[in-house]
């Protein structure tokens, strides 16, 4: 539960978003809590002794704009179109940073095997313009899933499944 929802200490019946309401925001901002969360990253590289993760802010999930912080049947009780929430980050700037982002990253680091730790709607948005068919399974949580870089061109090796990259003889 946050702050601002129902039986937190800041919930206010007339806010129609818990993550605006304005005293959580207030904190937030006072505390200076970062919009990154690298708690996911920094368990892999602790467990892999890989150095501490490097946050790309391109690389965080979608933004729901009025839709931010509800639950999906508080947000079908306000928005039943979907389609329609004010504020909310259209899939096709979703997938142009994402892919920005992965580009760069691929071209700073040929030759070499990275980890990128990102939620499940970046990762949709990824698969999609990898893989347009659409025809892989379901996004899980912890799910794995193995790119290539080669002549300026990201391409899916697996989904959902871990493939080493080749070892130098």
């Known amino acids: 539960r946050t702050l601002a929802e129902p039986g937190g200490p800041f919930f206010a ?3 129609a978003n818990p993550a605006e309401n304005r005293f959580v925001k ?5 505390a200076q809590v970062p919009d990154i969360d690298t708690e996911t990253g920094e368990i892999i590289a602790r467990t892999l002794g890989l150095p501490e ?14 839709a931010e912080g509800l639950n999906y049947r508080q947000i ?11 504020g909310q980050e259209h899939k096709k700037q ?6 920005q982002a ?10 070499e095997a990275i980890v990128i730790v990102a939620h499940g709607g970046v990762i949709r948005a990824v698969m ?13 949580n ?15 090796i697996a989904f959902d499944r871990l493939v080493p990259p080749p070892t130098a003889n």
Do not use: C, N, W
């Not at 928005?79 to 929430?85: A, E, I, K």
């Not at 912890?142 to 061109?153: P, Q, R």
């Open 13 to 15: 019946e007339d806010q």
């Open 26 to 30: 207030a904190l937030a901002k006072e």
């Open 53 to 66: 993760p490097v946050p790309e802010p391109k690389l965080v999930e979608r933004h729901y704009g009025e």
């Open 76 to 86: 079908e009780k306000r928005f039943p179109d979907r389609s329609l929430v004010p």
């Open 94 to 99: 979703l997938s142009a940073r994402a892919m």
């Open 102 to 111: 992965l580009y760069a990253i691929a071209r700073s680091s040929v030759g």
């Open 128 to 140: 999609a313009e990898l893989h347009p068919s659409g025809s892989h399974d379901r996004i899980t």
């Open 142 to 156: 912890g799910s794995i899933h193995t790119l290539g870089f080669d002549s300026e061109l990201l391409s899916l």
